[in-house]
């Protein structure tokens, strides 16, 4: 898993991408490569919602116009989904100013849910592979070790 924060003139947005590298992909059916593209979409279709959820309970409110900018969304071809507020002044929020203490909201939200999101695709990968790998020498045990790596910038 890798976690891009990007801010641009106040907006804010936090990417989390899900990083599946599989060898033994290929002894997976279409059929089952093709359910497993899916169930990994609905994880990151819910993990985006989790995480706006998330945030919306930890967003300071004075007018409500930046919780209300608060929004996800998927890019099904990347396995990512960003978050983030829409309102001017969400990165000032977030990272604070000379005059302002940092409120953390967004960041803090996806980092947490990136563990639960990072648990079910893990999940979703041994439920599809389970039973479907085969070692290449009779009698021999395979076992499948799945790596996540995150790395958090700002620029």
Do not use: C
């Amino acid at each position: 898993m890798s976690v891009e924060i990007e801010t641009a003139g106040g907006e804010l947005s936090v990417t989390i991408q899900a990083t599946v590298e599989l060898e033994d992909l290929e002894e997976m059916s279409d059929e089952q490569s093709s359910q497993l593209e899916e169930d990994i979409h609905e994880i990151l279709d819910n993990a985006g919602a989790a995480i706006v959820d998330h945030a919306r309970g930890l967003v300071p409110i004075r007018t409500g116009a930046l919780y209300n900018s608060i929004y996800y969304e998927v890019d099904e071809e990347q396995l990512s989904v960003t978050a983030g507020a829409a309102a001017s002044y969400a990165a000032f929020v977030e990272l604070g100013t000379r005059k302002m203490a940092a409120r953390p909201f967004l960041i803090q939200a996806a980092l947490e849910e990136r563990e639960e999101m990072n648990a079910e695709v893990e999940e979703a990968i041994t439920s599809r592979l389970q039973g479907n790998l085969e070692s290449d020498e009779p009698g021999n045990v395979v076992t499948v070790e799945i790596e996540g790596v995150t790395n958090v910038s700002q620029d």
